[in-house]
T-cell receptor
Framework: EAGVVQSPRYKIIEKKQPVAFWCNPI?????LYWYLQNLGQGPELLIR????????DSQLPKDRFSAERLKGVDSTLKIQPAELGDSAVYLC????????????FGPGTRLTVL | GENVEQHPSTLSVQEGDSAVIKCTYS??????FPWYKQELGKRPQLIID?????GEKKDQRIAVTLNKTAKHFSLHITETQPEDSAVYFC????????????FGTGTRLQVTL
C-alpha cells in the first residue's frame, strides 16, 4: 500500500513569491491534515479536512495561507505571498477517519524562503 | 487547548542500555497518546500508541505507560541499538470531533557504541 505522497520535496523561493504544496493521502483515508514543522519542534496543525470539508482551520494564517481538497482526495496548500518566517517543513498526514485517530505522515515539503 | 510537555530534549545512552522519555499533558479529556520516531529529513513514523483505557502497552523492545491521574505518559526503549537514534515525539488528542494531535517538542536520542 502506498503511503502519503507529497510534492515537491524541496522548494526554494524568494520572499513575496507564491508557493503551493500537494498531498495525496493513503487510499480510503477520509481525514487529511496539514502540519507545519519548524526546525527542532514538533508538528503543529494548520488545517484538518473531513472529506472535502475543512473542519478545523483555526491555526491557518488566512491572510496568506489557503488550502483546498475539492474532491475529498488530494489536497493543495498555498502560501501567497511567502515570508521569510514561512521557511519550515510542511507535512501532510491522513487517517481513515477522525474516530480512529492513527495518523500517517508524508515525507514533507521543505520550504526555504530567501 | 491541550499542552504537551516532553523531557528530556536530548538523551544519550550506550548501546544496550534503556532509554526513557516522559511527557505530560494538560487536558484530562485527552484519551489517545501516540509516539512518533523521526529520523533526520524523514517523515514522522508511528512506533506505538496507547489509549486511555489501558495503562501499559508493549511491542518488542518498546513500551508505553500511561498514568491518567497524573496526566503523564512515558516511552521506554530497552536494549537500545544505534538504529534507535532519532527524534521522538509524543502527542495527545481526544477522539471524535476534536481529534487534533498536539505534539511535544521532541527528544533527540543518541545511542552510542
Amino acid at each position: 500500500e502506498a503511503g502519503v505522497v507529497q510534492s515537491p520535496r524541496y522548494k526554494i523561493i524568494e520572499k513575496k513569491q507564491p508557493v503551493a504544496f500537494w498531498c495525496n493521502p493513503i487510499s480510503g483515508h477520509n481525514t487529511l491534515y496539514w502540519y507545519l514543522q519548524n526546525l527542532g519542534q514538533g508538528p503543529e496543525l494548520l488545517i484538518r479536512y473531513e472529506n472535502e470539508e475543512a473542519v478545523d482551520d483555526s491555526q491557518l494564517p488566512k491572510d496568506r495561507f489557503s488550502a483546498e481538497r475539492l474532491k475529498g482526495v488530494d489536497s493543495t496548500l498555498k502560501i501567497q505571498p511567502a515570508e521569510l518566517g514561512d521557511s519550515a517543513v510542511y507535512l501532510c498526514a491522513s487517517s481513515f477517519s477522525r474516530g480512529v485517530d492513527t495518523q500517517y505522515f508524508g515525507p514533507g515539503t521543505r520550504l526555504t524562503v530567501l | 487547548g491541550e499542552n504537551v510537555e516532553q523531557h528530556p530534549s536530548t538523551l544519550s545512552v550506550q548501546e544496550g542500555d534503556s532509554a526513557v522519555i516522559k511527557c505530560t499533558y494538560s487536558d484530562s479529556a485527552s484519551n489517545y497518546f501516540p509516539w512518533y520516531k523521526q529520523e533526520l529529513g524523514k517523515r514522522p513514523q508511528l512506533i506505538i500508541d496507547i489509549r486511555s483505557n489501558v495503562g501499559e502497552k508493549k511491542d518488542q523492545r518498546i513500551a508505553v505507560t500511561l498514568n491518567k491521574t497524573a496526566k503523564h505518559f512515558s516511552l521506554h526503549i530497552t536494549e537500545t541499538q544505534p538504529e534507535d537514534s532519532a527524534v521522538y515525539f509524543c502527542a495527545a488528542s481526544k477522539t471524535g470531533t476534536a481529534s487534533k494531535l498536539t505534539f511535544g517538542t521532541g527528544t533527540r536520542l543518541q545511542v552510542t557504541l
